[in-house]
């Protein structure tokens, strides 16, 4: 396949909106959201990385191959995260002794 | 079947186990993007690691982050999009074979991402000048959170440190792409390295956009 070259606008757009992201992120910090402050700056955060993966690393042009390599990082990182998770987050479930 | 040696007009950049200059920069993108993923890994460790002691130390945490400077980390992040979409505009001219617009755009993702790094240094040296650095000096304000926000601050080191040596190689591989940018080694047919390079430095900029907000901005309302 042949790189598919995109409009200038188009990089400056995404700059644009990662720009007023951080804006949103910074500025949902000084908002009281109590246990939502956390979901809502990482949301936004995964967004962020979202346009960069798919405009300024070309993935939403890229090939079969290279889309499912980057939904593998993602497979990875949740099999990492869910299994220590499941163990410390529910050590203090049963109250047994040594645990 | 074509090939390097059948063909002895080929780009001098073809490498002779590869058809044709498509198929050895789809090789090459691919093989960034399986570094890549073992790269999400090896952050992913040490956000892991985050994630536990946030949910073990919520407070202490709240604590610790107050000490790191907001406005400083806001600004390092524009920057490093800055560069980003500076680096996404050299690969751009890479492709459209523009010389100049590609070492114009090399120049200013070089310096951007020097800027990041300037501020980065000076944040530290504040650190250590107020005996924030974990070890034998580190001293706290609030006696309570002293020892989770040791453990905060060397997660900080760690993943800022970290991000900041992927700066620092990415810095000399932009360097070595401007070396080659400048004598005209990248073409329209033939900009692979520029290609390659800018997925590791978009990759970069990715790290710091989960860590501002996860080290900078906990609990301030």
Redesign the interface.
Known sequence: MSAHIAPRSLYFTIFGALMVLTGVTVGITYVDLGAASLPAAMVIAVFKATLVVLFFMHVRWSGRLVQVTVMTSLVFLGILFFHILSDYLTRGWLGVAGR | MPNGHADTAHHPALQHHFDNL?QQ??AA??GM??F??TE??FF??MF?AY??YR?WYPDGWVAASHHLN?LLG?FN??VL??S??T???AV?AG??GERRGQVLFLVLTILLGAVFLGVKVVEYADKFEHHLVPGPNFLFDDARYARPAQIFFSVYFAMTGMHALHMIIGLGLLTWLLLNAIKGRFTREWNTPV?VV??YW??V??IW??L???LY?V???
């Open positions: 498509e920069q789809d993108t691919f993007w399986v890549l993923v999400v890994l992913g460790g892991m994630t536990l949910y907001v806001a992040t524009a999009i800055g980003s979409l680096m996404a505009l751009r492709q459209l290609e800018g997925l978009h990759f900029d990715i956009i989960f501002f907000p996860l901005l609990g301030h309302h």
